[in-house]
């Protein structure tokens, strides 16, 4: 079945780079998505990549795919205190093209 | 602007007492998603409504219902809440079943 998995921690320094990886089963997936959830909020939607793609760079915000991998990240430069939360990696498939399945997500904290 | 708006942002029942989240849309999509989210754990699908038509999960318990009177609107009922049905419960809409998911902030139930 589809499965999303990420790991469940990263700590960065101010200032410093962020890289947050996630990996995906569904080989057929279409689109991938980096959600940013703030601690009792919602999921705000950060940015997304279509499976034909490598890369894509929105400001502050590179998402590279390895589509061979399977493997998708997402780069956040020069971290800064605003950007602590949890970040969601989901994929949409084509055999469930309404549904997206979400990973557990990472929490990125930041250290002065 | 708000797009997709939810309310009440707190909601505190009783163990067995029915109650009622909302949500609404400002953005005319026909498709509108029901999410639980648990403590540290991604969003799980409840169902979703592609503009009148219904789509119920496997999984989800016959305690949940939903209703969609209108396009902006959009009601997930839980007849009978348990401990277990405390968690933040995310409303999502997109234009269409394949397109962006964009959430709502979200309804923090907690069950006494």
């Known amino acids: 079945g589809e499965d999303v998995e990420q790991s469940l921690f990263l700590s960065v320094r101010e200032g410093d780079s962020s890289v947050i990886n996630c990996t995906y089963t569904d080989s057929s997936s279409t689109y991938l998505y980096w959600y940013k959830q703030e601690p009792g909020a919602g999921l705000q939607l950060l940015t997304y990549?279509?499976?034909?793609?490598d890369m894509k760079q929105d400001q502050r915000l590179t998402v590279l795919l390895n589509k061979k991998d399977k493997h998708l990240s997402l780069r956040i430069a020069d971290t800064q205190t605003g950007d602590s939360a949890i970040y969601f990696c989901?994929?949409?498939?084509?055999?469930?093209?309404?549904?997206?399945?979400f990973g557990s997500g990472t929490r990125l904290s930041i250290r002065p | 602007d708000a797009m997709v708006i939810q309310n009440p942002r707190y909601q505190v029942t009783q163990f067995g007492k029915p109650v009622t989240l909302s949500c609404s849309q400002t953005l005319n999509h026909n498709v509108m998603y029901w999410y639980q989210q648990k403590s540290s754990q991604a969003p799980k699908l409840l169902f979703h409504y592609y503009d009148k038509d219904f789509n119920n999960e496997a999984d989800t318990p016959d305690n949940f219902q939903s209703r969609r009177p209108n396009t902006s609107f959009c009601f997930l009922d839980i007849r009978s809440p348990g401990l277990g049905d405390a968690a933040m419960y995310l409303c999502?809409?997109?234009?269409?079943?394949?397109?962006?998911?964009?959430f709502g902030p979200g309804t923090r139930l907690t069950v006494l």
């Open positions: 999502a809409t997109s234009r269409d079943r394949t397109d962006t998911q964009y």
């Open positions: 990549i279509f499976s034909n793609m």
């Open positions: 989901a994929e949409r498939g084509v055999s469930s093209a309404s549904k997206i399945i």
